[in-house]
C-alpha cells in the first residue's frame, strides 16, 4: 500500500518560490474592493525579489492594486492528471504559489528597468532585436512592482503518482496523463511573410528551449 | 498600417464564456476576508449554469467560499506571443473570464451530480472505469457550486496578429509565436506497470482528442 498525501505539501523554500514563479507567463491579481473580490489576470515576471506587472489604468483591479491597496497574486501550473482506482483518491500534480502585499507604481529609471526585466521573462531576447520604446510610450505603461516578503507568500505542490490503496481494484488503470505547455509553429503577419523576413533569434532560442 | 486594438475585446455572448470556461481546468478563487484579498488556485468544470469547485475544508479561502462569502473566479488561457516591432506594441493572445457571486455548498444528491459533472470535465469517461465513491468519501468532500448569472461575468480575449504600423522597422520579423496546453505520455504506478494493466479507454480517448 502507498499513500501519497506526502506527495502534496507546502514549498517552503524561497527557490521553490522562484522556480514556481519562473515557469510560468500568466497570473491573477486579486484586490478587494469595497469588502468584495477583484481579478485580473496579467502578464507578469519575477524580476529579483518582486513580481513585475504591468498594464493599463482601465482595469478597476490593476488601478486598486495602483494605488497601494493589498494584492493576492497568484500562479498556478497543472502537471497532470492523476488517475487513481477511485475518483475520490484522484487528483490532479501541480504547482502554486500565492504572494501576498502591496504593489509599488513604478516611475522613471525604476520603472524601466522593471519593465526590461518582465519583457525579458515574457519575450526572452526580444528587447535587443526592436527599437527602444519612446517616452510617450514609457509614460503610458502603468508599471507594478509586488515584492517578494518573507512570510508573505505561499507555495505548494504535488508530484508523484497516484496512490495505490489495499482494496484497490488491480485491474484498474492508475497513473499520471502529464499536463505541458508548448509552443507552437511561428505565424509571420502578412507583412513580415512578404517581405521574407526570417525568424529571429530570440525566437529560435525559445524554439530551442522549449520556452 | 494595421492596428489590433479590436483584436483586444470584450465577449459578452454567453457561449464564448462557456467556450473559455470549458477549455481550461484551472482557476483561481478569490474572496475577501476582513478587507484583504485571499485568494486559491482550484480544479473546476463548467457544469450548466454554474462553476463546479471542490477541495478541501482546509483551506481557509475555500471555508469563506463556502460560508457564502462573495468570490471572484477567474480563468485565464495564454494562446500565444505577439511579436510586434516595438516591445510597446507586442503583446500576448489569451481568453480570460471573471465570474462573480456567492457559492452554494451542496449537499447529498446535488453535491453528486455536481461532483460527476466536475469529474467528466476533468477525467472524462473515467467515472465508468472505477469504483464509486463511498458515503465517508462524499461526505469528506466539499462541493460548491458558483451560478452564472447575467451581469455578473466577463470575458475578455486577444486574438490575431501583430500590430503593424506604419513607422515600423521593415526588417523586423513580426508575429504570432502560439502557447498550446498538451497532454503528454501516460505513466502508469509502478503497480499498474507490474500488472501489465492496459491504458484505459478514458485515457486513450483524451489522447485522441487532445484535451
Chains 1, 2 share one sequence.
Not at 526585466?117 to 526580444?126: A, D
Not at 499520471?176 to 521574407?196: D, N, Q, W
Request: with cysteine; net charge negative; aromatic share 4%.
Amino acid at each position: 500500500m502507498r499513500i501519497h498525501r506526502l506527495a502534496e505539501r507546502a514549498r517552503t523554500a524561497r527557490d521553490d518560490l522562484d522556480d514556481i514563479l519562473d515557469a510560468g507567463w500568466v497570473g491573477t491579481l486579486s484586490v478587494s474592493v469595497d469588502g468584495l473580490p477583484q481579478v485580473v489576470p496579467v502578464l507578469y515576471g519575477r524580476v529579483g525579489d518582486a513580481v513585475i506587472v504591468h498594464g493599463s489604468t482601465g482595469a478597476g483591479t490593476l488601478r486598486a492594486a495602483a494605488a497601494g491597496s493589498p494584492v493576492a497574486f497568484c500562479v498556478a501550473h497543472l502537471d497532470g492528471f492523476v488517475y487513481a482506482a477511485s475518483l475520490f483518491e484522484s487528483s490532479a500534480n501541480y504547482r502554486s504559489a500565492v504572494v501576498h502585499g502591496v504593489c509599488e507604481r513604478l516611475a522613471d529609471n525604476e520603472a524601466e528597468a522593471a519593465l526590461a526585466g518582465l519583457s525579458e521573462h515574457v519575450m526572452p531576447g526580444r528587447a535587443a532585436e526592436v527599437r527602444a520604446n519612446t517616452a510617450k510610450e514609457r509614460a503610458a505603461t502603468i508599471v507594478l512592482r509586488l515584492p517578494i516578503v518573507d512570510g508573505q507568500w505561499l507555495a505548494k505542490a504535488r508530484t508523484g503518482p497516484a496512490s495505490v490503496l489495499e482494496d484497490d481494484d488491480p485491474s484498474v488503470w492508475t497513473g499520471v496523463l502529464p499536463v505541458r505547455t508548448v509552443l507552437g509553429t511561428p505565424a509571420p503577419t502578412a507583412e513580415a511573410a512578404a517581405r521574407g523576413i526570417r525568424l529571429p533569434a530570440s525566437i529560435e532560442q525559445r524554439l530551442a528551449t522549449g520556452r
